[in-house]
């Protein structure tokens, strides 16, 4: 059973830059046709996805924060990371890391992280 | 980026109703088209991928249908446990994209 874990900090400062850290367990982050990604939600708000990374490196971002955003991989400690840099308070949110499975005909989430909730504040 | 909109934002159902819940995409996006359900602090789940696929270990009471531009999302005897918030996602490009959310609250 794949389980994803993130983890950071949970207070950013405004104009610094926020940086998670996803775990996956229960399966290799270097096997398989999977995208490694983030997504984020504001309290009460809906579901935005941030960006993805696939095992070789290669990545794909939103490009409302393509700017600002960098994801990467360690497959040594089977990891995935994000940074988010110059945040202000419209990046508060809980942020989700996530395995989406990719096939000819569909691309889709099948697992989540429990989430983080990251305020960003003075 | 592709548009996804939802409808309706919410609705308020009783047990045992069937639900609809339509989700249009701004362009044919053929069958890449998943449904999650997210409960209050929880992660979403994945009930339906590709349209119509049902994902393992979800009860065969939801289903999915439509193709290129408009889907739904069909419940067809609300259960106490499937009153949460559906987001529909389309996987056929980047950067993928969620609708809105339809909130299913009890009547």
């Known amino acids: 059973q794949v389980q994803l874990q993130e983890s950071g900090p949970g207070l950013v400062k405004p104009s610094q830059t926020l940086s998670l850290t996803c775990t996956v367990s229960g399966g290799s982050i270097s096997t398989g046709t999977y995208y490694w990604s983030w997504i984020r939600q504001p309290a009460g708000k809906g579901l935005e996805w941030i960006g993805r990374i696939y095992n070789s490196g290669s990545t794909n971002y939103n490009p409302s924060l393509k700017s600002r955003v960098t994801i990467s991989v360690d497959t040594s400690k089977n990891q995935f990371s994000l940074n988010l840099s110059s945040v202000t308070a419209a990046d508060t949110a809980v942020y989700y890391c996530a395995r989406e499975a990719y096939y000819d005909t569909s691309g889709h989430v099948d697992y989540w992280g429990q989430g983080t909730r990251v305020t960003v504040s003075s | 980026d592709i548009q996804m909109t939802q409808s309706p934002s919410s609705l308020s159902a009783s047990v045992g109703d069937r639900v609809t819940i339509t989700c249009r995409a701004s362009?044919?996006?053929?069958?890449?088209l998943n449904w999650y359900q997210q409960k209050p602090g929880k992660a979403p789940k994945l009930l339906i991928y590709?349209?119509?696929s049902l994902q393992g270990g979800v009860p065969s009471r939801f289903s999915g249908s439509g193709s290129g531009t408009d889907f739904t999302l069909t419940i067809s005897s609300l259960q106490p446990e499937d009153f949460a918030t559906y987001y529909c996602?389309?996987?056929?490009?980047?950067?993928?994209?969620f609708g809105q959310g339809t909130k299913v609250e009890i009547k």
């Open positions: 362009q044919s996006i053929s069958t890449y």
């Open positions: 590709a349209a119509s």
């Open positions: 996602q389309q996987s056929y490009s980047s950067p993928r994209t």
